[in-house]
């Protein structure tokens, strides 16, 4: 692509946009930023959207801003929202952006020379304002009518909760950061998902009316799964970047376990593959749908950007557990992961001890074998293994060496029926 309108026009990812933008990316270098909000202490999936399209700004040689919510976190975006946030406490939201700005660094370029990615935090400058000195400087710039007729305000005022007058109050701070940010760091445009358009129209509007300048925003459609849900959920809940609140397995189940209808979408959304390479990818997927050839490089190029080539060698491996692959090396933490949806029982550890527990009465207190006869029968015609290896033996006895990091003893009976097996001091 000859600019970053046109590669993020085939990556769709182009909902709306103020005039003139277009010519603006293609003959100038923009600074421009997106917002964070720092409601958790990790960024989840559904902020890669924002975060990449950042990135892509960034490589087309524009100057990329993200911008920590520190201060409008304090308030509370009512886009979106059937009903209020419950607030949160200032060393909350600062413990918050403390986790999500390694993350932030980990998509965008902090050591370029020429247009290097910086963070700032909006609680700096919002939190020295003086209310009767914001209300006269910046709400006499806004309307209630012209509030009132946003999308955000609209939908809840028309519900029985209502709206708070500290939620109505977001878009007058979400449009003071970008006046600051036109005035401090020389940004003239602002990015968003399509839920945010009139919040950064707001902006766009306040400078406008307050400097006589002309400033720009453009926002991405919002991600739906093809089935109409919600992306970046899942039965467990969000999937998080931070590897303690999703690991790097889980992560790359998810990206893995996109269906069809979905994963070309993702692929232009959430890597930095060319237009050939999906079209290669989507082919694939319409001719061998069941060789998941655009769903595994959906799952590696996304997890290797997030938890680095470490974090997809181990979550890898752990998928190729589900296989029958290598146990060995396995943290106790993925073998959980791993196996959380199986059956389990508990063992004493001193039960393994001395000359350890016979694997056929193991067996018969697991879900893969009815009595002890049934476990020897199924022992010696081949279909046991333990920890991913056959198990011949039907006097082979499970001791401690056996368990994976000292925990866990996995039992397999053909190549799909595991259960689990926990020691217990």
């Known amino acids: 692509m000859s600019n970053i309108f046109e590669e993020l026009q085939w990556r769709d990812q182009i909902f709306d946009h103020t005039e003139e933008i277009k010519t603006l990316l293609a003959t100038e270098k923009v600074t421009v930023y997106n917002g964070f909000d720092p409601t958790a ?6 902020n890669l959207v924002p975060m990449m399209q950042l990135a892509r700004l960034q490589r087309f040689g524009h100057t990329p801003i993200a911008l920590a919510g520190g201060g409008t976190g304090m308030i509370g975006d009512p886009s979106g929202k059937s009903a209020e946030r419950n607030l949160l406490s200032a060393e909350q939201i600062a413990a918050n952006v403390a986790g999500i700005q390694p993350q932030l660094a980990a998509i965008l370029d902090f050591e370029v020379k020429s247009n290097p990615a910086r963070i700032v935090n909006n609680i700096d400058w919002l939190g020295q304002l003086k209310l009767v000195e914001f209300m006269r400087d910046i709400g006499k710039h806004f309307t209630v009518n012209y509030m009132l007729a946003k999308d955000s305000v609209k939908s809840r005022i028309e519900r029985e909760s209502g709206l708070s007058f500290t939620e109505f109050s977001y878009m007058l701070f979400q449009a003071y950061d970008f006046l600051h940010l036109f005035e401090h760091e020389g940004c003239t445009m602002q990015v968003g998902g399509s839920d945010q358009w009139g919040n950064i129209l707001a902006g766009v509007e ?3 009316r307050k400097l006589g300048v002309k400033v720009h925003a453009l926002v991405y459609p919002l991600l739906t799964k093809a089935d109409g849900t919600k992306f970046g959920k899942t039965e467990t809940g969000s999937v998080w970047l931070n590897a303690e609140k999703t690991s790097p397995f889980r992560f790359y189940q998810f990206w893995f376990n996109t269906s069809d209808d979905d ?34 490089r959906l799952a590696g190029e996304v997890t290797r950007m997030i938890h680095g080539e470490s974090g997809l060698a181990s979550a890898e491996q752990a998928t190729a557990v589900l296989f029958g692959g290598s146990l060995d090396g396995i943290s106790a933490r993925d073998i959980a992961d791993i196996f959380a949806g199986v059956a389990s029982h508990d063992v004493p550890r001193v039960a393994l001890a001395g000359d350890g527990m016979p694997l056929i009465d193991m067996l018969a207190e697991s879900t893969l074998a009815t009595s002890k006869g049934d476990a020897k029968r199924a022992i010696a015609g081949g279909g046991i293994s333990l920890n991913n290896h056959r198990v011949d033996d039907v006097g082979y006895a499970v001791t401690v060496a056996d368990a994976l990091d000292g925990q866990y003893a996995v039992l397999r009976k053909g190549k799909k029926r595991y259960h689990l097996v926990r020691l217990l001091d």
């Open 41 to 46: 202490d990790s960024l989840h999936v559904g």
């Open 206 to 208: 306040l400078i406008r």
């Open 263 to 296: 994963v070309v979408n993702y692929l232009k959304t959430f890597t930095w593959l060319d237009q050939d390479t999906i079209a290669e990818l989507s082919h694939a997927t319409a001719e061998r749908p069941h060789e998941r050839a655009a769903q595994r």
